[in-house]
């Protein structure tokens, strides 16, 4: 008899936030296992959930980066990256000027004006701006963008989106018909939106939010009372911007026409999604036309997981902290979920486990490996945690690979 073919893993795991990239939780998970199997076909694919992260997933699953300067959310220029996946006839994207009609684009609001581009990471809940997603949707659009994709998440500002739209071309006017300036507290002197100069090659492409949150824009669910105190804005802060908000809302309204939606259908305001990323869901949304999907969705699709799933034996997803949240949707309840779909089982890594047996079941997962149980000290944890997802690959390895399908 021949010798059995090997055993076939996928490693599809966020990254754990603070510490190693999804590429490096990925990476030290593959090495644990080859280092307990080394016969063990190992695929690595690294995922995110549609917010930060999302950009770094697709380079590594092949697209082509393309650095652009725009302003960070206090106006600072910062360079981010776009990721280009050219259309099906394999011509790549060589520059802004070059690139190829119908490319894919992916754009991350966390790299072009998140929180992690704050200055000393100094919060600024009052001015930071969307300005700079705005301005690389625009880098996008001058590369011929068939298709863009915009992810979300980790928002320095909470201003409806105002600032995206001002890079691509709108105008926000005082009573005096002055521009305003950029942050969510000048809205609350917003006399007029001025669309005429919205960039018109945005009606011709496909617009994708890639957000999970599905939060309206106002109101005590909206973007200004549950987000925008986890940017830094105290009590005060978030009754101002909310106030802004709401006139940001009827400036919308009134510039798109006024029109009044079908009976039974909601408002812009209120449509899933509007209150995602301090607002900017609501401008793509009831604005530029914008398809909220799944991020997690969007993300896995990008990165081709289905395809990579295709005769595996097992799959070893992760992220920082099993909890609540993960439940709610990212990225290891979308890996679970596709790989339960064809039949594989599903182990997961994680820092932190806060979810019992029963949530992991919700989740689709089998069992999972906190590395706090072997090394309780978060700090060291912190520090160690390459070599702890190392040696927990050749535990999962022990555990599993004799016997997969169990």
């Known amino acids: 008899m021949g010798e059995a073919a090997p055993l076939r893993v996928v490693v599809a795991s966020d990254a754990f936030k603070g510490s190693l990239t999804s590429l490096e939780v990925a990476d030290a998970v593959r090495l644990g296992l080859l280092d307990a199997v080394p016969r063990a076909r190992v695929l690595v694919v690294p ?48 520059g802004p000027s070059t690139g190829p009609a119908g490319s894919t684009v992916v ?91 919205l960039d018109p090659r945005l009606a011709a492409i496909r617009l994708v939010l890639a957000a999970d949150v599905d939060s309206p824009l106002l109101g005590p669910t909206g973007a200004a009372a549950v987000f925008a105190p986890q940017k830094g804005a105290t009590a005060a802060d978030v009754t101002l911007l909310e106030g802004a908000l709401c006139r940001w809302a009827e400036a919308v309204t009134t510039a798109l026409g006024g029109s009044r939606p079908a009976p039974g259908s909601a408002t812009p305001p209120d449509l899933p999604g509007a209150g995602a990323a301090g607002g900017v869901g609501f401008a793509l949304i009831a ?8 991020g997690v969705d969007v993300v896995l699709d990008l990165v081709g997981l289905d395809d990579a799933l295709s005769g595996a034996d097992l799959v070893v997803t992760g992220e920082g902290a099993l909890d609540a949240q993960t439940l709610a949707g990212k990225a290891v309840a979308g890996v679970a979920r596709r790989a339960g779909a064809h039949g594989i089982p599903v182990v997961a890594v994680c820092g932190r486990r806060d979810l019992d047996d029963s949530g992991l079941a919700a989740l689709g997962v089998r069992t999972a490996y906190p590395l706090a149980d072997v090394e309780p000290d978060l700090a060291r944890s912190f520090t160690n945690a390459r070599g702890l997802l190392r040696h927990t690959g050749a535990r999962i390895a022990g555990d599993w690979l004799s016997d997969p399908r169990r």
């Open 47 to 94: 995922v995110a959930d549609g917010g930060e992260g999302t950009v770094a997933a697709a380079l590594a699953s092949g697209w082509t980066g393309l650095a652009v300067e725009v302003h960070g959310p206090t106006g600072e220029p910062v360079s981010a990256t776009l990721a280009v996946r050219a259309p099906a006839d394999g011509v790549a994207a060589a």
């Open 107 to 197: 754009v991350e609001m966390a790299d072009c004006c998140g929180l992690g581009r704050l200055p000393g990471g100094v919060p600024a809940p009052l001015t930071a701006s969307s300005r700079g997603l705005g301005e690389a949707v625009r880098a996008a659009l001058d590369l011929g963008a068939g298709e863009v994709v915009v992810g979300v998440g980790g928002s320095a500002s909470t201003v409806g989106g105002a600032g995206l739209l001002v890079a691509l071309g709108a105008r926000l006017l005082d009573a005096d018909g002055h521009d305003l300036p950029d942050g969510g507290a000048a809205l609350a002197g917003l006399a007029r939106l001025d669309l005429t100069g």
């Open 287 to 294: 604005v530029l036309g914008a398809e909220r999907r799944s």
